[in-house]
């Protein structure tokens, strides 16, 4: 063995630890390449989380600017609103202080007429007078007829007295 070849167990050891390292290194391989895997797959997950997330943001923007209009939107109704009820507030004012004063002026208007006469007062001298009127309309009416009859009477006693002076006159001038 001198001639430089290796005994056979020392070839046998070293091929021994050959495949041990070769198992070693195939063992590392596959459990960096599982890894890699595992690795990759949670990159792919984190990815496609990643774009929804994205996506999401992408929505959620779209949806603020969507609250953002809506919100200048009730702004502006708001402030109509506000406007309107501020010219409600002004014309019920105005309508409450109207009716006060007409609460005012029916309250004169009755003291007046309490202190002065009654309503029932007003309307049985109203029914007076017109039962006067009344009165004075037919007594007119009866003065108007007799003096209708009483010019007719003067009429005929004028005619009378006509012919009469007529017939007088008539038996002068034969006298003569």
Known sequence: MEDGAAPQEEVNVLMFGVIQLSESINYVYETIEAK?????????????????????TERAAEVEKQIQEVMQL??????????????????LGRMEQEEAELKTKVKKLELYLNTNMSIKELQERAEEQSN???????????????????????????KMSDAMTYTTEVSESTQL
């Open 74 to 91: 009730l702004q502006a109704q708001m402030a109509k609103q506000q406007a309107q009820t501020k010219m409600a507030k002004d014309r």
């Open 36 to 56: 890699i895997a595992k690795i990759s797959q949670t990159l792919r997950s984190h990815e496609g989380t990643l774009q929804k997330l994205g996506r999401e």
């Open 132 to 158: 006067i009127l009344k009165d004075l309309q037919y007594f007119t009416e009866f003065q108007k007829e007799n003096i209708e009859t009483q010019n007719k009477k003067l009429s005929e006693l004028k």
